[in-house]
């Protein structure tokens, strides 16, 4: 199933804020400049935006823009995390299971 373009905008952003290219305080582009780079309709990228204002994880300056706030990184990242133990390892467990794949044994090769 295809995921709507907003979400998956939303998933390049709090990567960036993760791996700290926009880190606490940071600036986020304007939305027109997102959208251009990306190649997406602004209103797509205000939407993608709109969630992260939501969640608290950035906050608006009235004509400045929008900036990373604090603790945003760690809150994505725990976020991330979670849905990542209750929604995909349980699935890549039971995959390995059923392919023989002993765990230990594939963490002994990294």
Known sequence: MSRP?????RDQIAAAIIEGDYAEGAMLPSVRALAAEQGANPLTVA???QQFQ?????AVQRGVGMYVVKGAAEKLRQAERDQFLSEEWPEIRERLDRL???VRA???DV
């Open 100 to 102: 023989g794949i002993d």
């Open 54 to 58: 939501n969640d608290g994880l950035v």
């Open 106 to 108: 594939l963490l002994a």
């Open 47 to 49: 939407k993608a935006y």
């Open 5 to 9: 373009v907003y979400l998956k905008l």
